[in-house]
């Protein structure tokens, strides 16, 4: 599968948008609050309307039959017609930005038929870039050198794995499943890609994150990078996430993993799951 003008184009993007955010991120700016549909609120910056425009109007103008999906901008849901839809989150861990603690990512990926394709995730604060293609492999770019290829850990012992976990004050629940585990290490980050990353560089070995509240944009790009690195990323019940649905929530959850891990994992969360009361949703 030769993707290469599509991942230059996401990657010259990826950057220019994570300069204009670098902008953003060195001046005040104003915070806002956005309202999702089930009445949950989130910040959102000049810098996120901005990042989604320069990567919007981008990708229009390069691929004009792709269809394109942006967390800032209205879906017009004339993404089902089309074979090949672009995912973006323009900036994945806005509280990162606004705290200013440098956790934050620009995400960029395309599916076709539904299945992760291609994927960018571009941590402008540290000058890395990931990507990736299908079957060609996933790569880091720190600080402008040359690419590396990412492998995964081969660890199964959940007590000599580390656990990628959020920033945020985390849930009772969550704490169960780290005792269920028995994971000794953690490391407290932001950014869902940026959290993935790490399992592809084997800094970390396994990510559960159990809101419902997380988007396709979300886990899209990400997705394709952990996977050709030998990872995996499947819902909480280890099914595959399905892009281009209707309705783009991740209501079950998100699941990554070092692969050989993965359905242990799913095993040992099934359990718990079913103590949460927490049962599988079907997009449409």
């Known amino acids: 599968m030769q993707l290469s003008q599509e991942l230059n184009t996401a990657i010259n993007l990826a950057k220019t948008a994570g300069q204009a955010i670098l902008e953003f991120y060195d001046s005040d700016f104003l915070v806002e609050q956005k309202t999702t549909k089930d009445n949950h609120t989130e910040p959102v910056t000049i810098a996120d309307k901005t990042a ?18 942006s967390e800032e901008e209205t879906d017009t849901h004339h993404r089902l017609d089309k074979n090949r839809v672009w995912l973006i989150d323009p900036m994945d861990g806005t509280k990162g930005f606004v705290q200013k603690n440098g956790d934050f990512a ?23 870039l990931y990507f990736a293609a299908k079957g060609q492999g996933a790569f880091l770019v720190e600080n402008d050198e040359s690419p590396k290829k990412l492998q995964v850990s081969d660890k199964t012992d959940f007590s000599k794995m580390t656990m990628a976990v959020s920033r945020d004050h985390r849930s009772s629940r969550m704490s169960g499943i780290v005792e269920h585990f028995g994971i000794l290490q953690e490391s407290q980050r932001g950014s869902v890609g940026l959290k993935i990353g790490l399992i592809a560089t084997q800094t970390c070995d396994l990510y559960i994150h159990l809101s419902p509240r997380t ?59 079913t103590e949460f009361g927490r049962l599988r949703v079907i997009n449409k």
């Open 215 to 273: 988007k396709h944009w979300d886990s899209a790009a990400p997705e394709i990078i952990v996977k050709e690195a030998g990872g995996n990323l499947t819902d909480l019940f280890g099914e595959k996430i399905i892009y281009n649905t209707s309705d783009v929530h991740n209501y079950n959850g998100i699941l990554a993993t070092n692969g050989v891990s993965h359905q242990k994992t799913v095993e040992h969360l099934r359990t718990l799951l």
């Open 52 to 69: 989604s425009k320069i990567i919007v109007e981008g990708l229009a103008e390069s691929f004009p039959a792709d269809g394109i999906l």
């Open 106 to 128: 620009v995400q960029i990926g395309l599916a076709e038929k539904g299945e992760m394709i291609l994927g960018v995730v571009f941590l402008p604060f540290y000058n890395q």
